[in-house]
């Protein structure tokens, strides 16, 4: 079974900035997952237990991908995440999230480095006492001249124009997960 945990700030005030950028990754790959014959119903549902969103998918043999979108603040986003992992008995999480390190529209996806002051994804380590996990890190970086601090970036609201090359970005970041090996028993 694979966990795949989206993180950002779950508050309808955070709606649309930089920092949830995973969140926008699961929905991508919950239509991706579709359209490659997973079934699920199509909408995420709330989880009070879990404090998230979620979607159970299944494979014809009753193989699970679980998409959660942790819907309280990025760094408590790791008890849940945990949470979640261990309820459902998965054996791989991928975790999707916002990073400033890279270009708005590219990602990168790997496995074991460091968060670089995440503090959500320092949050999902320490909960997991492991960096042996898969993250899918979706570039937010487009300040150009702009000298605006981090912290204050990531909070922002996307353009419209950012928004078609985050999608952009996405919809290559899960094609090339669902291609992975991690993928290839079912695709």
């Given at each position: ?17 930089r920092h949830n950028a995973g969140y926008f990754g699961l ?138 090359i985050l999608k952009e970005g996405l919809v290559g970041a ?14």
């Amino acid at each position: 079974m694979i966990l795949i945990s989206g993180i950002g700030n779950g508050d309808v005030k955070y709606h649309n900035t930089r920092h949830n950028a995973g969140y926008f990754g699961l929905e991508i790959l919950k239509i991706a997952l579709r359209y490659e014959g997973f079934r699920a119903d199509y909408t995420f549902k709330y989880s009070k237990y879990d404090k998230s969103d979620i979607i159970r998918f299944k494979w014809g043999g009753g193989e699970e991908i679980i998409l959660q979108k942790f819907l309280g603040f990025m760094n408590e986003s790791g008890k849940y995440v945990k949470k979640l992992y261990d309820d459902s008995e998965a054996d791989t999480l991928i975790l999707f999230h916002d990073d400033l390190d890279i270009k708005l529209g590219e990602y990168k996806i790997q496995k074991g480095k460091s968060p670089h002051g995440h503090n959500g994804v320092n949050s999902v380590e320490e909960s997991m006492g492991t960096k042996d996990f898969v993250r899918v890190r979706i570039g937010i970086e487009n300040r150009g001249d702009r000298k605006i601090p981090g912290e204050k970036y990531v909070l922002e609201r996307f353009t419209k124009e950012e928004m078609v090359i985050l999608k952009e970005g996405l919809v290559g970041a899960c094609e090339e997960l669902l291609f992975s090996e991690m993928f290839e028993k079912w695709i």
